[in-house]
């Protein structure tokens, strides 16, 4: 029997609160787009990503879970994806669905992160981004926040 992830939690890190998402959007906390200030320098940890829920039922179904970074406060810009994550159906249509042949599903992922680009150049600002596809009617469910390499 494997155990179960422990990283610490700190509040000022959280990235989604729960809720469904049914259509691709940006991570919200308390109804609001989150974005964290990483600050200057660079930034190593792993998002421990905890899906309660997810939609699985048309076979056909994608959720890919991307770590942001950008210089731009808003993400007006300059937006590249450093990790990401593919959950969902491994359904029928290789194109379509996720690689392997067995269902992403509920439960603890955790995600490498690391808030360089390419030739290390780090980017202050992060955020997560939910991209659905797929027969959605229910989606996808999940928290998830950051927890810092020392």
Known sequence: MSER?????????????????????????????????????????DIIIDVSAMEVASDDEKYIIHAEVSSS????SDIYAVASLILGSSGTAEWDNIPGDADMYIG??????????????????????????????????????????N
């Open 5 to 45: 992830a422990r990283k610490t939690y700190d509040v000022d890190l959280e990235l989604k609160d729960a809720g469904a998402i049914a259509a691709s959007a940006a991570a919200l906390v308390d109804a609001a787009a989150k974005i964290l200030d990483l600050g200057t320098g660079t930034v190593e940890g």
């Open 73 to 76: 406060a808003t993400f007006a």
């Open 108 to 149: 603890r992922y955790v995600l490498p992160f690391r808030n360089e680009i390419v030739n290390g150049i780090p980017k202050r600002y992060m955020r997560l981004y939910t991209e659905v596809s797929g027969s959605i009617v229910t989606g996808i469910n999940y928290t998830a926040y950051l927890s810092k390499r």
